[in-house]
T-cell receptor, first 112, second 113 residues
Framework: QQQVKQSPQSLIVQKGGISIINCAYE??????FPWYQQFPGKGPALLIA?????SEKKEGRFTISFNKSAKQFSLHIMDSQPGDSATYFC???????????FGTGTSLTVIP | NAGVMQNPRHLVRRRGQEARLRCSPM?????VYWYRQLPEEGLKFMVY????????ESGMPKERFSAEFPKEGPSILRIQQVVRGDSAAYFC???????????FGPGTRLTVL
């Protein structure tokens, strides 16, 4: 079954707006939550990551919000730009685990 | 400082042929992971290897698929007797310590005719 559930499947945002992508998980053993950005024909690139000991992490225009009790985390892209148009994947891993469990992806389109 | 390298980038095979996908990890990385991505889906873990050892192959189909990471040279994902359902993008990732901060290669897009 899908260990990490991601929504929405696609998102269209105006330039300058805020893009929000949500993920939820069930396994409380997960302790590392990265977000990856993937452009067509390219491999996923690490964007930002968080551990459950903090509720928020910000890097430039990208912010992860983490709600441990709800087992949810989200990516916020402030001042969205056309260059942000890509597919975004959330993921999770366990301590000493061997793999990332990926969400199904969100295709973001930022309209000029 | 080259990133993860994969080749070929595109591979076309006919049903029943063999596919060999190669992955060279980033310099200094000794952990390699293979993932498969089907259209409109996320990445699914296949196998985790260290030099000369398969650590976790829980995501690998039991038949036709194998992986290795020899002492010298790239990691190889081998698919024997390919079928149309094997058509996908195959990504390799590497990390210096498992499994955080996995860095992904550009992928090999396999098409089975």
């Amino acid at each position: 079954q899908q260990q990490v559930k991601q929504s929405p499947q696609s998102l269209i945002v105006q330039k300058g707006g805020i893009s929000i992508i949500n993920c939820a998980y069930e396994n409380t053993a997960f302790d590392y939550f990265p977000w990856y950005q993937q452009f067509p024909g390219k491999g996923p690139a690490l964007l930002i990551a968080i551990r459950p000991d903090v509720s928020e992490k910000k890097e430039g225009r990208f912010t992860i919000s983490f709600n441990k009790s709800a087992k949810q985390f989200s990516l916020h892209i402030m001042d969205s730009q056309p260059g942000d148009s890509a597919t975004y994947f959330c993921a999770a891993s366990k301590p000493a685990g061997n793999q990332f469990y990926f969400g199904t992806g969100t295709s973001l389109t930022v309209i000029p | 400082n080259a990133g993860v390298m994969q080749n070929p980038r595109h591979l076309v095979r006919r049903r029943g042929q063999e596919a060999r996908l190669r992955c060279s990890p980033m310099k200094g990385h000794s952990h390699v992971y293979w993932y498969r991505q089907l259209p409109e889906e996320g990445l699914k873990f296949m196998v985790y290897l260290q030099k000369e050892n398969i650590i976790d192959e829980s995501g690998m189909p039991k038949e036709r698929f194998s992986a290795e990471f020899p002492k010298e040279g790239p990691s190889i994902l081998r698919i024997q007797q390919v079928v149309r359902g094997d058509s996908a993008a195959y990504f390799c990732a590497s990390s210096p310590v498992r499994p955080d901060t996995q860095y992904f290669g550009p992928g090999t897009r396999l098409t089975v005719l």
